[in-house]
Nanobody, 119 residues
Framework: QVQLVESGGGLVQPGGSLRLSCAAS????????MGWYRQAPGNERELVAA???????NYADSVKDRFTISRDRTKNTVYLQIHSLKPEDTAVYYC?????????????WGQGTQVTVSS
């Protein structure tokens, strides 16, 4: 089992910045990938950013140039730096870990952190 704990959400004005953190109970550099997803009311959960074990990253088109995913090996933590926040970025942000345990690929989720962008 892997536990993921997100933090860093809050209420921010449009144009502001936030850094979300996801602390994992395991060695994140051994995971297949880690990602950040978000879910707004009435919408499906969507991938916003991901990083593979090798360090490759990908982003949703709607967040490119504004969101940056990064990892800290010493803290087993993945970050999502968000700039130029827009009201449409308002959502619960979830951390995801994709890893293989005993030959079985599994996904784990954090509890989510709320990001609200409003003036």
């Amino acid at each position: 089992q892997v536990q993921l704990v997100e933090s860093g959400g809050g209420l921010v004005q449009p144009g502001g910045s936030l850094r979300l953190s996801c602390a994992a109970s395991g060695s994140i550099f051994s995971f297949n990938a880690m990602g950040w997803y978000r879910q707004a009311p009435g919408n499906e959960r969507e991938l916003v950013a991901a990083v593979t074990r090798a360090g490759s990253t990908n982003y949703a088109d709607s967040v490119k140039d504004r969101f940056t995913i990064s990892r800290d090996r010493t803290k087993n933590t993945v970050y999502l730096q968000i700039h130029s926040l827009k009201p449409e970025d308002t959502a619960v942000y979830y951390c995801n870990a994709d890893l293989t345990l005993s030959g079985v690929r599994r996904n784990f989720w954090g509890q989510g952190t709320q990001v609200t962008v409003s003036s």
